[in-house]
């Protein structure tokens, strides 16, 4: 299990959406990786679905080699994220770069998963989203304002960084290729 977190309109139902249709049921993944490479940040990959804000859970098979199910889970139900830490063997935390505002919230958020007992072994991928829009900030001051690099050191889990785009597919192949080696083993 996969579990999908990050503040709400940071974009983690269209990142689900994307991944689902940009992933053919029966494509060889090799051939599927390629493909996406290709049109990595070109932008065909036609007009992005609509999403609506998820107010609870959204459940999502992902099959590659193997299937993955990634549990989407509202911002607004960040009280409770923690009944869903059970089971959980990756953790993908969705940052909207071009929102700073939201910055400080999210690395509370985000603190607060990496000090959890039950997430002590699961591996990380902290996405900023978002960077086909203009942004105040770059990602690097992002980082180093919520201190990433003392974060990752200090951290248990194994945490992988990647800059995407949901809307316009940029960094989507990267993100499919984490899930696969890490679920390549286990959950
Ligand atoms: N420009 C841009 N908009 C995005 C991107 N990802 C998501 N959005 C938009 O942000 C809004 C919220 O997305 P959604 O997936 O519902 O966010 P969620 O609440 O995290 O599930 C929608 O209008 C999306 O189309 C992106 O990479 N770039
Ligand atoms: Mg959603």
Redesign the pocket.
């Known amino acids: 299990m996969c579990l999908l977190l990050?503040?709400?309109?940071?974009?983690?139902?269209?990142?689900v959406?994307r991944l689902q249709t940009i992933l053919p049921r029966r494509a060889g993944v090799l051939d599927c990786l390629a493909q996406l490479s290709s049109r990595d940040g070109k932008g065909d990959l036609g007009d992005?679905p609509?999403?609506?804000?998820?107010v609870g859970t959204n459940l999502t098979d992902i099959v590659a080699q193997k299937k993955i199910t990634i549990r989407?889970l509202?911002?607004c139900m960040g009280p409770i994220w923690s009944s869903y830490y059970g089971n959980c063997h990756s953790l993908l935390f969705?940052v909207d770069a071009?929102n700073p505002t939201q910055l400080s919230a999210s690395c509370v958020q985000l603190l607060g998963l990496l000090s959890a007992e039950e997430l002590a072994n699961a591996s990380v991928l902290i996405l900023f989203?978002?960077?086909?829009?203009p942004c105040y900030m770059t990602i690097e001051e992002m980082k180093s304002l919520i201190r990433l690099p003392d974060l990752i050191a200090c951290a248990k889990q194994n945490i992988t960084t990647l800059e995407?785009?949901?809307?316009?597919g940029t960094g989507l192949s990267d993100v499919l290729r984490w899930l696969q080696d890490t679920h390549r083993t286990n959950g």
């Not at 990050?6 to 990142?15: F, I, R, W």
């Not at 609509?50 to 998820?54: A, S």
């Not at 995407?164 to 316009?168: D, F, P, Y």
Request: proline content about 9%.
């Open positions: 990050g503040a709400t309109g940071v974009g983690k139902s269209l990142l959406k992005p609509p999403t609506r804000p998820t989407e509202g911002g969705m071009s989203n978002k960077i086909d829009l995407i785009s949901a809307w316009k």
